[in-house]
């Protein structure tokens, strides 16, 4: 066989891949990319159906409507059934141990490089200089949200059986996705309400930020822990200087370069090359952590961190908007469509006392602590309800264990279920406690 021969097979082989982990040959190429578009634009369309009902006429965030609809025609659910002579357009394959492999291996990587958006566009909106004003009060917040649930979660991990010791990467994983909280569900409940300027607004935000930035040093501490096995407390103390020591460094020279690059990228001529620029840092960013054996969001992330406060935010947000809103909902659909339900549903227990612990140790971890940083009962409880959605953190990171294969499908759509309940119950706690007007800080 001549190399040119063998290179066309191994292209063929690669293009006619049905699943992440299972290669089907197809007879023609052009069958197959037909396949992917009717699937990923059925991907879409779903997303912002769904999106638009729940926003509409539910009243709760579109990322439960998208979660919802790869719920709906994932391979679990419709996406299995016969569509007349085509056959199912999300065929359910259980014959992997890879978990992601039940899906099209192409949507997957799409779905990847919309999570590296995401997060690259949560950096950029992060307001260092709020962070800085109320760091105080917002660090006493985070940390206490993050110990705690973290805490709870590998807690139910080992009351339940899914972990067979607190450095399992199993009960570890578990406890890392309780520790997330949703920036943007949070920020957007307080935009409608007018609070984002008040002491606990800003508080909330800042404390959002820093949970944001301790659930990404958590994550890289876990997918280190899970790819080498359980460790002694040395080697963890290891890892996590090893983490915090890249993501420091990383994100350090990033903000030192942050306006020359700001600079050069604004200084070309041809149309779409900041924006085009300045996502090709955030996925260099993005394999450069996965390359130290990190998860790529937290490459992504510090991208966008570093260039929140230069000119070049202002020049690509416009257009980083248009594709933020087409590629990102369909991680959130992908994230849907690896939900089992019936895997879910026979693991209830788990799941109400998960999602239980879930809302006590978020509401206390956060509001406790701000009892003793200039907030009274009231504010302090308005603290912990803004913490209290799970919502995108909450998916990245649980799909960060899956794909890895460190956490089952089950244990994946308990964490679902919690993020769900978790993200609808905070807008309707938080909105009349806001309304109420009462003071929210001690009265010196």
């Not at 891949?17 to 990923?40: D, F, N, R």
Request: overall charge negative; aromatic content about 8%; hydrophobic content about 55%.
């Amino acid at each position: 066989m001549s190399s040119i021969q063998c290179y066309n097979y191994i292209v063929n082989d690669l293009l006619n891949s049905k699943t992440a982990g299972e290669i089907q040959l197809e007879s023609e190429i052009t069958e197959h990319i037909t396949e992917i578009m009717v699937q990923l634009s059925v991907v879409i369309l779903s997303a912002k159906l769904c999106g638009e009902l729940c926003e509409r006429f539910i009243k709760i965030p579109p990322v439960l409507g998208e979660l919802f609809a790869g719920i709906l025609i994932g391979p679990y659910a419709l996406g299995n059934m016969s569509i007349g002579s085509f056959g199912p357009l999300f065929e359910l394959h259980t014959n992997n141990l890879n978990p992601v492999s039940v899906i099209p291996f192409e949507l997957y990587v799409i779905a990847q490089i919309a999570s590296i958006i995401l997060l690259f566009t949560a950096g950029l909106e992060t307001d260092l200089k709020q962070f800085l004003r109320y760091t105080g009060p917002a660090t006493a917040a985070a940390i206490g949200g993050v110990v705690l649930p973290f805490s709870f979660g590998i807690i139910c991990a080992l009351m339940f059986n899914q972990a067979e010791s607190i450095f399992d990467p199993v009960a570890l994983f578990l406890g890392a996705i309780l520790t997330a909280t949703s920036v943007g569900i949070t920020a957007r409940v307080l935009s409608d309400l007018g609070a984002m300027t008040s002491p606990e607004g800003v508080t909330i935000l800042g404390a959002a930020v820093i949970d944001d930035i301790l659930v990404i040093l958590v994550l890289t501490i876990v997918v280190a822990i899970s790819a080498t096995g359980e460790i002694s407390l040395g080697e963890l103390g290891f890892i996590a200087f090893k983490g915090i020591g890249f993501w420091l460094l990383f994100t350090g020279l990033l903000v030192l370069l942050s306006n020359r690059i700001s600079r050069a990228f604004t200084s070309l001529n041809v149309t779409g090359a900041a924006l085009c620029l300045s996502l090709s840092l955030a996925i260099f960013g993005a394999a450069l952590a996965e390359h130290f054996g990190l998860a790529m969001i937290i490459g992504a992330y510090s991208a966008g961190l570093a260039l929140s406060g230069t000119n070049l935010k202002r020049v690509i947000w416009e257009q980083l908007e248009g594709v933020h809103d087409f590629l990102v909902p369909v991680f959130f659909v992908v994230m849907g469509m690896l939900v089992d339900i019936n895997g879910m549903l026979s693991a209830i227990q788990f799941s109400i006392v998960m999602t239980i612990l879930a809302i006590i140790s978020k509401i206390a971890g956060s509001g406790i602590p701000s009892l003793f940083t200039g907030f009274n009962k009231t504010g302090a409880y308005r603290i912990g309800l803004g913490m209290l959605p799970r919502g995108e953190v909450a998916l990245i990171v649980a799909g960060v264990g899956l794909s890895r294969g460190v956490i089952n499908q089950e244990q994946f759509g308990v964490a679902i279920l919690m993020t769900v309940i978790t993200t609808v119950l905070a807008p309707i706690l938080l909105v009349p406690s806001i309304k109420n007007g009462k003071p929210g800080t001690k009265i010196k």
